[in-house]
């Protein structure tokens, strides 16, 4: 059994240190490598390049990442892979990796990727300058995912890393707005042509919090809890999901922006309201047992 630990987004900040330390320590009991899809940086500066890159040196496991678009906001992303390379973690961009696990050997095939948009609603190489440019940055990167994957065509398993989604059924929770910047069909196309046995990406957030959400709504109704709690948990974590979106979103909103302005603290004031609405049902549920 080939086990992959995967993790995206987790924007490490300069005040980030020890944040992940001992659960990326603990890997070797639970996984064979660990694959990270994705902004590991909150805007990219070779501050938070360096705090990250000590978070993930000397695991127990073969690390390997990309970099998102949050890693590209300060223009210092080449600093930001220097570090993470110093660190011992592999980080692709058009290239391939492999690694062995009891006898079969798993290849990785990585790019960052870019948005689009997806069937029926996706930009094309036609008209302006700026358009063009921007489909074909996407076209680039899909055909460099797509020539890696091929050339691993003799490993046992192969996986594409990406940032952004290959297709929009992950994306539930997020605006459909807002698609075309999330991802790109193209990326899909390259894994479909190539071959792949499993895809990752990132980027979209709003969609993990959604599932919980729709997972947790049939357990609300057999906990033994008061109706205030009952409601206040029925729409916590929607509402903590939507919070810490939020707080990602408008706390680096500024095209200027090198740090994180006062709107992060809906990131931490979701995560509570997260925890304590799913606590909260944790408890119900043990006391209807």
Sequence with gaps: MIRIAAVADIHFGADSSGMLRAQFEDLTHHADMLLVAGDLTKCGGPDEGAVVARELTGLPVPVVAVLGNHDYHSDEQATVRSHLEDAGVTVLEGETTTVDVDGARVGIAGTKGFGGGFAGACGTDFGEPEMKAFVRHTMALAEGLEHGLRSLEGC?????????????????????????????????????????????????????????????????????????????????????GTLISAGFFFSVLSPAATEPN??????????????????SLGIGLLRAR
């Design 156 to 240: 046992d398993v192969r996986v594409a890393l990406l940032h952004y989604s290959p297709v929009r059924d992950t994306l539930a929770g997020e605006r459909a707005e807002i698609f075309p910047f999330l991802g790109s069909y193209l990326l899909a196309e390259a894994v479909d042509h190539a071959g792949a046995d499993l895809a990752l990406h990132g980027h979209a957030h709003a969609g993990v919090i959604t599932l919980l959400s729709l997972i947790c709504q049939p357990f609300v109704d057999a906990t033994r809890l008061s109706p205030a709690w009952r409601w206040f948990v029925r729409i916590g974590v929607p509402v903590s």
């Design 262 to 279: 006062r709107a992060i603290s809906l990131i931490y004031i979701g995560a509570v309201g997260l925890a304590v609405s799913v606590v």
